[in-house]
């Protein structure tokens, strides 16, 4: 059984400030994806990684896959208020299409 | 292009009923799964299936639950006589056939309570 553990579980951090979330596994993954989820609404896929060692930016979000495509975490620059939400990453086992997903980092940023 | 679309987005329901949960998947999507999300938990696997085939059903309870992918009309998640943990927030995703693309788009899900 594939499993993702995430950390931290929740994270609460002031405006400005700078954070990262991790994603690991003993398990190697075909490609790895990180989604936002709102209260009451369905995740939202933010980008999907599949190089080892592959790094992707999206604005203020920075995005990385282990070496052995075994981890990957989440960087955000410059908190935002608007950044609040639950951070799940979710990995695809090699020949498999369905996702492993991590138990979810809950981030709040204070204004 | 719409997105992924569920309905209903509530269901209530007494123990002992069937809840009969839809999903349209997006526009020129051949491939649909269904995740199950309890309260401040991540996703789990249900089933993973293309029209008319059930590809993946290894995250499925082996009774009461039932997944359907018509040749025509909406993927079906069915849960016979349900109970009342059966309450929770369950997501169907779409993604496209090509095999190397396992990118997931997820619906806003159907939240179930069973009382």
């Known amino acids: 059984t594939q499993l993702l553990e995430q950390s931290p579980q929740f994270l609460s951090i002031q405006e400005g400030e700078n954070l990262t979330v991790y994603c690991n596994s003993s398990?190697?993954?075909?490609?790895l994806q990180w989604y936002r989820q709102e209260p009451g609404e369905g995740p939202v896929l933010l980008v999907t990684?599949?190089?080892?060692?592959e790094v992707k930016k999206l604005k203020r979000l920075t995005f990385q896959f282990g070496d052995a495509r075994k981890d990957s975490s989440l960087h955000i620059t410059a908190a935002q208020p608007g950044d609040t939400g639950l951070y799940l990453c979710?990995?695809?086992?090699?020949?498999?299409?369905?996702?492993?997903f991590g138990s979810g980092t809950r981030l709040q940023v204070q204004p | 292009n719409a997105g992924v679309m569920q309905n209903p987005r509530h269901l209530v329901r007494r123990r002992g009923q069937e809840a009969r949960l839809r999903c349209s998947p997006m526009k020129g999507h051949s491939h649909v799964y269904w995740y199950r999300q309890l309260p401040e938990e991540g996703l789990k696997f249900m089933v993973y299936?293309?029209?008319?085939?059930?590809?993946?059903e290894s995250g499925m309870p082996k009774e009461r639950f039932s997944a359907e992918f018509p040749k025509e009309g909406p993927s079906i998640l069915r849960i016979q006589q349900v109970v009342r943990g059966d309450s929770a927030a369950y997501f169907c995703?779409?993604?496209?056939?090509?095999?190397?693309?396992?990118?997931?788009?997820f619906g806003q899900g159907t939240r179930l309570t069973v009382v």
């Open positions: 398990s190697v993954f075909s490609s």
């Open positions: 995703a779409s993604s496209p056939g090509k095999q190397e693309n396992t990118e997931a788009f």
């Open positions: 299936l293309q029209k008319e085939n059930i590809i993946d």
């Open positions: 979710a990995g695809a086992g090699t020949g498999r299409r369905a996702l492993t």
């Open positions: 990684v599949v190089t080892g060692g």
